[in-house]
């Protein structure tokens, strides 16, 4: 059963920093692109960042270029995304979701194949 787990949410101060860890199993992730989604309240899922298999390519939303990296770690068994999140703004506010797809980053919800249930993330102001 293929899983993927989001860890590592909760409420920081604006300007603060959160890690997002994703864990994925249940399967061979070789050659899967992972990615970072992110739904506020009222509005739609939209794309934060996506990172390929080998690492060599990533991909980020406009608005969190220079705040946010993705990073991951292909161990055997399981495959770890982070999202170092920095210099949170308000709008960061909203439920993450981890997202797993074969071949290289998408940009589009739609392309994914596996996801996680979501992190909250919450950033006053």
């Known amino acids: 059963q293929v899983q993927l787990v989001e860890s590592g949410g909760g409420l920081v101060q604006a300007g603060g920093s959160l890690r997002l860890s994703c864990a994925a199993s249940g399967r061979t992730f070789t050659n899967y692109a992972m990615g970072w989604f992110r739904r506020a309240p009222g509005k739609e899922r939209e794309f934060v960042a996506a990172i390929s298999w080998s690492g060599d390519a990533t991909s980020y939303k406009d608005s969190v270029k220079g705040r946010f990296t993705i990073s991951r770690d292909n161990a055997k068994n399981t495959v770890t995304v982070y999202l170092q999140m920095n210099s949170l703004k308000p709008e960061d506010t909203a439920v993450y979701y981890c997202?797993?797809?074969?071949?290289?980053?998408?940009?589009?919800?739609?392309?994914?194949?596996?996801w996680g249930q979501g992190t909250q993330v919450t950033v006053s102001s």
């Open positions: 997202a797993a797809k074969w071949g290289p980053v998408g940009v589009e919800a739609g392309v994914y194949d596996y």
